[in-house]
């Protein structure tokens, strides 16, 4: 069901009308049963259920090749589901994809930029593409421009920009135009620790101004800082869903004790966790630890117990590359 364009707006600009229809709905995007099986017979989404509600962020974690670019991808229209149904702001993405898609602003995973554009110009022409006309997209990418910085870049081209700058021209070219949902694949990935700072609060301030987000990510901070809601997919299922608070209650052991074997100096800082906090005082007294650290169970915690492994953090990622 679509709700009709608010009468008090005027409804011949396709970025009103999209704001009126999405008006009317809670839910961002729903996924109901989805599958999908690749033509070699990989089954990467088996049967994913999952709703963003409107105004929220959530944040997908995963082993790599777990099945996140690949939901992503389907959201966006990108492929098609074997089975079961997404619907974004009640469009159905196969019945639909276009105007589903033109709720989007959407950053892959991997993507090519036009090297030889400017950089206004790139936004400019995505902005057209997101049905704004001339003058309305000129003031989109100026807009865009000014919240990620790149004013002073603006007539720089593509190919001169460093992979930090590049990687906000991505996000940029989501954002432009303001459209409501926001999917983004690893969209910090590669930066240093201050560019994704402000790449956070380049989305804090898009939520604040009503966007909708769903993300994938290799940074478990990433994760606790900026999403309402995490769920983590292994091999193709959503095998947690929820808010930090609500993974971690989970836990079996919530309590996590942080200290120096004294026995041993060189090694390194050994972490036990404990159901309870008696327990944990407990091993306190008979290991006669004078310096150690409590903590409540982190996401880390979950996704260690959740998916059997260690995350892929930045650290690993800094080792494999
Ligand atoms: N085009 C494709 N054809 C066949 N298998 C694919 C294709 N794309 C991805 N896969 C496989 O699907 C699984 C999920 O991949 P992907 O969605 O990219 O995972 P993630 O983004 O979590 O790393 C992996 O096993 C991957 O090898
Ligand atoms: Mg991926």
Known sequence: MIVPADPLLAVDSPAVTRRSV?????????????????????????????????????????PNGAGKTTFLRQVTTELRPSSGRITVFGVDTVRDPERARQMMGIAPQEAGLFESLRVRDHLELFARLKGLSRRAAAAAAAKTMEDLDLVADANRRVRTLSAGQRRRILLGLALVGHPPLLVLDEPTTGLDPAARRAMWNILRRAVGNGASVILSTHYMEEAERLSDRIGIISTGRLIAFGTLAELTACLDCRYRLTFHDSSDPSADLCVERYATFGELQAEIARRRLSEYSI???????????????????????????
Do not use: H, M
Not at 36 to 58: C, F, H, M, S
């Open 22 to 62: 999405v008006r009317g709905y809670e839910v961002a995007v729903s996924a109901r049963r989805l599958v999908k099986r690749y033509k070699d017979g990989t089954e990467a989404n088996r049967g994913i259920n999952i709703d963003l509600r409107r105004g929220e962020v959530i944040a997908i974690l995963g």
């Open 295 to 321: 903590a409540g169970a982190t996401l880390e915690d979950v996704y260690l117990e959740l998916v059997g492994e260690r995350f892929p953090d930045e650290a690993a990622q800094g080792e494999r590359r």
